[in-house]
């Protein structure tokens, strides 16, 4: 199951015009829309891979679906945490001015 992540990740650096994507950009549920189904009396959960022309499906049972997008929402965040740090260091300090 954790294979998959890195598999997703390297699938969306591979589509075209996606090449300098950083997954704090994505939209997860936009990026992967899934959708419930049924197979053999199985529950289970069709991620939609959107590669441009041609439909690709990730069937997974819904609790591998949940685990692969609860470490995406947190890998996302961290990357949010870290850009709004760097540029938080980028920012001149204000607060030590000096007056003539």
């Known amino acids: ?3 998959t992540l890195p598999y997703l990740h390297s699938f969306l650096a591979s589509v075209p ?3 300098d994507l950083r997954l704090a950009d994505v939209r997860w549920d936009e ?4 959708r419930p189904i049924e197979i053999d ?3 289970l959960q069709a991620v939609q891979l959107q590669t441009g022309d041609e439909e690709v499906w990730l069937v997974v049972p819904p ?5 692969i997008t609860h470490i995406a929402q947190q890998v996302i ?13 980028a920012e001149p300090d204000t607060s030590t001015s000096q007056v003539a």
């Not at 609790?63 to 685990?67: D, E, H, M, S």
């Not at 870290?82 to 260091?89: I, S, V």
Request: charged share 30%.
């Open 1 to 3: 199951m954790l294979a």
């Open 63 to 67: 609790a591998v679906w949940q685990r």
């Open 17 to 19: 015009g996606e090449m």
């Open 31 to 34: 990026r992967f829309p899934a």
């Open 77 to 89: 965040e961290r990357e949010q945490q870290l850009r709004q740090a760097l540029r938080r260091e």
């Open 41 to 43: 009396g199985h529950s």
